[in-house]
């Protein structure tokens, strides 16, 4: 089982930054890939940004390219998203997810998940 905290969301003005991250611990830490998503109000969960755990290859959605950045300590196991130039658009929760290496869902662990707010 593996646990995910995420901590660093907040209010901030449009064109500032905030940095989350995501604290994973568990008895068996497998994780192939994790990932960085959002929901706001009266809309799909979208995918913001993934990450293969041990290759650090990245995947970002078109919204968020350029301003967005994922990245991972290996030796924390902690998750980072580097958000630049957020914009109102940007405003949700914000949930990390992990997938355990060879699994066939989506995502198997979620966090609680925290809040965005980008004022205009």
């Known amino acids: 089982q593996v646990q995910l905290v995420e901590s660093g969301g907040g209010l901030v003005q449009a064109g500032g930054s905030l940095r989350l991250s995501c604290a994973a611990s568990?008895?068996?830490?497998?994780?192939?890939?994790m990932g960085w998503f959002r929901q706001a109000p009266g809309k799909e969960r979208e995918s913001v940004a993934t990450?293969?755990?041990?290759?650090?290859?990245?995947y970002y959605a078109d919204s968020v390219k350029g301003r967005f950045t994922i990245s991972r300590d290996t030796t924390k196991n902690t998750l980072y998203l580097q958000m630049n130039s957020l914009k109102p658009e940007d405003t949700a929760v914000y949930y990390c997810?992990?997938?355990?290496?060879?699994?066939?869902?989506?995502?198997?662990?979620w966090g609680q998940g925290t809040q965005v707010t980008v004022s205009s």
């Open positions: 997810a992990a997938r355990r290496s060879g699994s066939t869902n989506l995502y198997d662990y």
């Open positions: 568990g008895r068996s830490f497998n994780i192939g890939t």
């Open positions: 990450i293969t755990w041990l290759a650090g290859s990245t």
